[in-house]
């Protein structure tokens, strides 16, 4: 991965070791090709660590980091594993919205400038990172929701206390679309590189870092629409509905318009 000097596509550089999907090998290619000062990294909804964006990058890597999930269970399960002091990791309790992200970041003492943020909580993604604003990381990734299409730039309306399992029966409604990301990282002025094969992460590179190898790719050229099958009846059992019918379950369901700024059904 590490020889490939560009490339096409980011699923072309895809690998899992310890990412639940194909981005252990798009973070490796990326951290290679990027020039970044700070080995560092900020990750949160990590569940118990098993699963993780970032676990990879510091064992492969000896990157250092600071990680949080809001299970106080999960954090003891990672504070007690065998790679806790092997490396430079530190895992704290946290349920984390808007009004507490950046003085979480602040308690970590890690440098304003870091390799890599990443976002995953399954609800206000959006409007957390809207809020950060303590840190500079050259690599953002960000959860996005594609049962929520290409063409609206929309999110779930803000709450401090959103569960996704319990904001609607399906277990679709959460996060944001991808061209809500897209708006918000023109905002902070942060450029789309494209997405992981499974349509759940978005990749943005900081402008002033991008280069021959990562480059700009449109919204709709990096777009993936997700293929894996999550959706719940009202008892709570999978259903496998697969593609756009999936939308169909969230037809009238509040949704945000970052450029409006106005609330409307989706």
Sequence with gaps: IKTYSETSCLHDVEFKVFSQWGDDGIIQWLVNKLEIDCKTFIEFGVQDYRESNTRFLMMNDNWSGFIMDGSIENVNKITSSEYYWKHNLLAKHAFVDCD????????????????????????????????????SPVLVIVEYNSVFGIDRAITVPYDKKFYRTSSHYSNLYFGSSLAGLHALAAQKNYAFVGCNSAGNNAYFVRRDRLNSA???????????????????????????ISGNDRAELLKGLPVYNVKTNQVEPF
């Design 100 to 135: 507490n992200i950046n003085s979480l970041i602040e308690s970590s003492l890690i440098n304003s400038e870091i390799g890599l943020l990443h976002i995953d909580i399954d609800g206000n993604d959006y409007w957390v990172w809207k809020s950060i604003d303590v840190i």
């Design 214 to 240: 990562v480059k700009e790719v449109g919204l709709k050229d990096g777009y993936v629409l997700s293929q894996y099958r999550e959706s719940r009846d009202k008892r709570g059992n999978l259903t496998y």
